[in-house]
Antibody, heavy 118, light 108 residues
């Protein structure tokens, strides 16, 4: 069974750093891309970026370029999303999702809620 | 960049109704369109890929159609479990992945 399991909810202060994770199982993790999708409270889905696990080649949405870093460690079947300096506006639910060759997302993690507040 | 526009933003319907949600692209995207269903507090779920292909395990009352710039998601007979928010999504190698703004399907 394909599963993407994300790390737990985080509460951080503005200016702090954070790295959340997404662990895949039940398939050849290194043969797929993993995307990160943001959903701000009460809002829609926004694609942040994507990484090909096999070679860790990451591509970012222009809206998120320079704001976050996407990485992966195929030895532990895990992708990461990190911030060096959080802002209150980063408060959101973050989902990881597996991309298919048709460009859609067939499996999703359960989401990681990030709350940034002083 | 390609923009994806869904209509309506909110739709009220009753169990048993046939409903249609539309997604329009700002330029032709061939059939590179997917539809998702998201329930409150849950991750999105893939329903339809490549405009008209039903994802495995998705009930056959869901169907997708269209190509080019106009696409539709149809639910043939609404069930209580179907009330949720629906998103269309496009991919291309130049602009990446773009979601529509969502359509909330409410109980009338």
């Amino acid at each position: 069974e394909v599963q993407l399991v994300q790390s737990g909810a985080e509460v951080k202060k503005p200016g702090e750093s954070l790295k959340i994770s997404c662990k895949g199982s039940g398939y050849s993790f290194s043969s797929y891309w993993i995307a990160w999708v943001r959903q701000m409270p009460g809002k829609g889905l926004e694609w942040m970026g994507i990484i090909y696990i096999g070679d860790s080649d990451a591509t970012y949405s222009p809206s998120f370029q320079g704001q976050v870093t996407i990485s992966a460690d195929k030895s532990i079947s895990t992708a990461f999303l990190q911030w060096s300096s959080l802002k209150a506006s980063d408060t959101a639910m973050y989902y990881c999702a597996r991309r298919t060759r048709d460009g859609d997302f067939d499996y999703w993690g359960q989401g990681t809620l990030v709350t940034v507040s002083s | 960049d390609i923009q994806m526009t869904q209509s309506p933003s909110t739709l009220s319907a009753s169990v048993g109704d046939r409903v249609t949600i539309t997604c329009r692209a700002s330029q032709s995207i061939s059939s590179w369109l997917a539809w998702y269903q998201q329930k409150p507090g849950k991750a999105p779920k893939l329903l339809i890929y490549k405009a008209s292909n039903l994802e495995s395990g998705v009930p056959s009352r869901f169907s997708g159609s269209g190509s080019g710039t106009e696409f539709t998601l149809t639910i043939s007979s609404l069930q209580p479990d179907d009330f949720a928010t629906f998103y269309c999504q496009h991919y291309n190698s130049y602009s990446g992945f773009t979601f529509g703004q969502g359509t909330k399907l409410e109980i009338k």
